[in-house]
């Protein structure tokens, strides 16, 4: 197959370095990174990306409270900016805060600084177009919001500035760091019938993860009034005038529910993993945790979630804030022998691409087909044989899928160098 060829490191540090020393740099631009961990950082990563295309100074990237997340964490309490900073030297300048004289120009106020409003996936010709000749004139914009709105595909030079920041300058701060650092040891040592090997499983069966999806478990009526009660209270009246018992069939023939935890455990079994396995479960709280993990727990003794392995007073500096908990999670899984997804989402798809960077596109991921597996699990009259066939050849799919062939390939929203960074980002394991 044609392979492409390494990233050009050198050349793209040359190239944007001699546009900013030719002309200087066209303005600052200030962009807020909104949503949760990972959506968070992508939208870093395009901020860098668009500071190359328009040879801008990049302000360290803000992030907006979401109502969903709750979380008031800024840059630095996540991300180690110095290391940012320093890591991104040479490509785009960075800086924590406007310049006195810049600022003083709009009265100290960031909201007197002009918003531009970018639609979303924009190609690198509308930033040049539109968006540069406002840079140039005002020096200094804002574009909020600005989740996703950067093309997949652009020119080689910027898409290396997404890898360098996605698997250099993205570091997270010492606090995240020391104690995730702390919780993949002690996985480790609980892994010792496995030769410290683990099993990392994102879990996604939070209250709100279960309400929004409209599906329905084995709550009955006491459920359904609890989960219309919780859609009414964050999401007002967008679910309203829709049949929820026809879409929560649907959504489970679909493969569209979130899995529980009882059906995580079989599939693992079914898979082959045994009552050994040790097992992280990366996941906010479990709706009614105690009911619905039982099971799971019952299969599997050796189950483990960051509330388990770490003191409460080491968890306390991190509770109340969503973001920096999921940096937990986001560490241990970057690091188990095997990653299960269960439901999709930010999480998984870059937890996906940083394990495949990390070990050069030999990682274990475990992607089930969540259709054909809804259709085993309501069949009363499988054996158990049966299943845990269908499971076998299930979990070769997936590593067959999983598998990473280098190759040319058009970019777009799900074929991102944030899932499949190779052969894209390659050259960086060689600097």
């Known amino acids: 197959m044609k392979v492409q060829k390494p990233c050009p490191v050198l050349a793209t540090r040359r190239r944007l370095g001699s546009?900013?020393?030719?002309?200087?740099?066209?303005?600052?631009?200030?962009?807020?990174?909104?949503?949760?961990?990972?959506?968070?950082?992508?939208?870093?990563?395009?901020?860098?990306?668009?500071?190359?295309?328009?040879n801008a100074v990049l302000v360290i990237p803000s992030f907006g409270y979401n109502s969903v997340w709750k979380d008031p964490s800024e840059f630095r309490d996540i991300y180690d900016e110095d290391h940012f900073i320093a890591t991104l030297e040479g490509y785009v300048k960075v800086v924590k805060e406007l310049p006195d004289e810049l600022i003083s120009k709009y009265d100290h106020n960031i909201t007197n600084i002009p918003h531009l409003r970018v639609e979303a996936w924009a190609p690198a010709k509308h930033y040049l177009g539109k968006v540069y000749p406002v840079l140039q004139e005002q020096g200094a914009i804002r574009i909020a919001p600005f989740a996703n709105r950067l093309a997949m595909d652009v020119p080689s030079h910027i898409q290396l500035l997404r890898c360098i920041t996605n698997y250099r300058a993205l570091k997270f701060s010492a606090p995240i760091t020391t104690l995730a650092q702390k919780l993949v040891t002690r996985m480790i040592e609980r892994s010792s019938m496995t030769g410290g090997k683990?099993?990392?499983?994102?879990?996604?069966?939070?209250?709100?993860?279960?309400?929004?999806?409209?599906?329905?478990?084995?709550?009955?009526d006491a459920e359904k009034f609890e989960m219309h009660s919780f859609r009414e209270k964050e999401w007002k009246g967008k679910f309203k005038g829709k049949n929820l018992d026809f879409a929560a069939g649907r959504n489970r023939i679909d493969g569209k529910c979130p899995l529980t935890p009882l059906e995580v455990g079989m599939m693992l079994r079914g898979m082959g993993f045994d009552s050994n396995t040790s097992i992280y479960l990366a996941s906010g709280k479990i709706y009614k945790g105690e009911q619905h993990l039982a099971p799971l727990l019952k299969m599997f003794p050796l189950l483990y979630s960051k509330e388990s392995l770490a003191t409460s007073d080491e968890l306390a500096p991190f509770q109340g804030y969503s973001s920096r908990l999921a940096a937990l999670d986001y560490t241990v899984c970057l690091f188990s022998e095997v990653f299960a997804t269960t439901h999709g989402g930010n999480f998984p798809h870059f937890l996906m691409g940083h394990r495949r960077f990390l070990f050069n596109g030999h990682a274990k991921t475990i992607k089930p087909d969540k259709r054909m597996?809804?259709?085993?699990?309501?069949?009363?009259?499988?054996?158990?044989?049966?299943?845990?066939?269908?499971?076998?050849?299930?979990?070769?799919?997936?590593?067959?899928?999983?598998?990473?062939?280098?190759?040319?390939?058009?970019?777009?929203?799900?074929?991102?160098?944030?899932?499949?960074?190779?052969?894209?980002?390659?050259?960086?394991h060689a600097e």
Not at 200 to 218: G, I, K, Q
């Open 19 to 54: 546009v900013e020393a030719s002309s200087g740099p066209a303005g600052y631009l200030i962009v807020e990174a909104n949503g949760g961990l990972n959506q968070q950082r992508s939208a870093i990563c395009n901020a860098v990306a668009v500071a190359g295309i328009l």
């Open 373 to 428: 597996l809804v259709g085993l699990l309501e069949n009363m009259t499988i054996s158990w044989k049966d299943f845990k066939d269908d499971m076998e050849a299930m979990l070769l799919e997936s590593d067959r899928k999983g598998m990473m062939i280098p190759r040319v390939r058009k970019f777009n929203r799900k074929n991102s160098i944030y899932t499949f960074p190779l052969p894209e980002c390659d050259c960086l």
């Open 198 to 220: 683990y099993v990392s499983v994102h879990l996604r069966f939070e209250e709100d993860m279960v309400a929004f999806s409209c599906c329905l478990y084995d709550g009955g």
